[in-house]
């Protein structure tokens, strides 16, 4: 009895030492970031364990970023699409912002601009945006603008989601038609767009080869998806995805690839020998409301109107992305029930 109420005691003591050092701490700080550093410790201890939760600083801005942040997305998550001067001149980003600001409720969104012209456009406009310039390293610099600026994105949302705060990455050639937010379920690391067109190559399916040679064993099986597109993906801020974000990174700095094979490659492959990857915890998104162009040109429009799924947001599939983006937006949103019609299924005439 005696030994169990020693331990009771003990236990009480540093219970009572810590709190009363945790109120020194706190006393010691100005009176402005007392609410900050108690957000920072709830937040932590409600993160689940093992996922390495990045803590939201709420006090002072620490940097331009940060401070952005804290007023455009005060809770925690934004929507993001990195660009540069072109894509406004070419109309795409021009339309990607109508389609945004129509949207009741959706204020947490966010333009990269990665070069001056594009940031004084903003500026001008009065557009949410933070300047990042970048500089397309040498494995990048031949394979068009828009490769080279979808290989330095991964590093550029790495510093979003160090800072605690979820990312909503959107290219520039999708149509949004409603609050993406509304529709996301944040139980996985990532959330991803797919390229699938039906709930097999999107979902996943067990598939068989058959090998003659092989005698009794010549059946056996497999598991196989379509990939995730790596122009539209929402992405918590944990060490997981910050791993992620620097392996890709890392790999596009150095080496001429596609990056959106690289961003499959580290999200799906296995670990396996003295290979331990990200060990992310996916989700692929309803293809039937963030929809490719696939789905709608090749199966959605030839629907009756009525009985077509409302899409949330759009991503191009194919090469004319600027005349089928207008074309969306004639469709969904101002009416035009033809607007589709003159488009074929695929890249060429008559598909």
Known sequence: MLTGALLVGVCLGVLVSEKLYLVTQEADLPEGAIAAVRSRKLEVSSGSGGSGVMP??????????????????????VMIVISN????????????????QRIDGLTNWLVVAIDAELAAYCKEHGINHYYRPVV????????????????????????????????????????????PFDHLYRDS??????????????????????????????????????????????????NRTIDLLTRIADKLTKQKEWDQSVWNEFIFFLSHGDYKSPQVVPRVMDYMKFMNTKVLFKTVRHMPRAQQPKPVMHSNYHPDKTDRMRAMIAYYIKGDDHALDKFPGGSEPGS
């Not at 510093?159 to 409603?178: A, K, P, Q, R, Y």
């Not at 010549?218 to 379509?226: E, K, L, S």
Request: aromatic share 10%; charged share 25%.
């Open 189 to 238: 690391d990532v959330e991803g767009m797919t390229d699938g067109f039906d709930p097999n190559s999107a979902y996943g399916e067990i598939y068989g080869i058959d090998d003659a040679t092989m005698g009794w064993s010549r059946y056996a099986q497999g598991t196989r998806h379509m990939a995730f597109n790596s122009g539209l993906f929402y992405i918590k801020a944990n």
């Open 56 to 77: 939201r600083f709420t006090g002072k801005p620490r940097s331009e970023l940060e401070g952005i942040l804290q007023r455009v997305a005060p809770k925690g998550e």
């Open 85 to 100: 001067i072109n894509l406004i001149n070419e109309q795409s980003l021009v339309m990607w912002l109508e389609c945004i």
């Open 136 to 179: 397309i390293p040498d494995s990048q610099k031949d394979t068009g603008s828009n490769h080279a600026i979808s290989a330095m994105k991964y590093e550029i949302i790495r510093e979003f989601v160090s800072l605690g705060w979820d990312v909503l990455l959107s290219d520039v050639d999708i149509v949004t038609l409603e609050n």
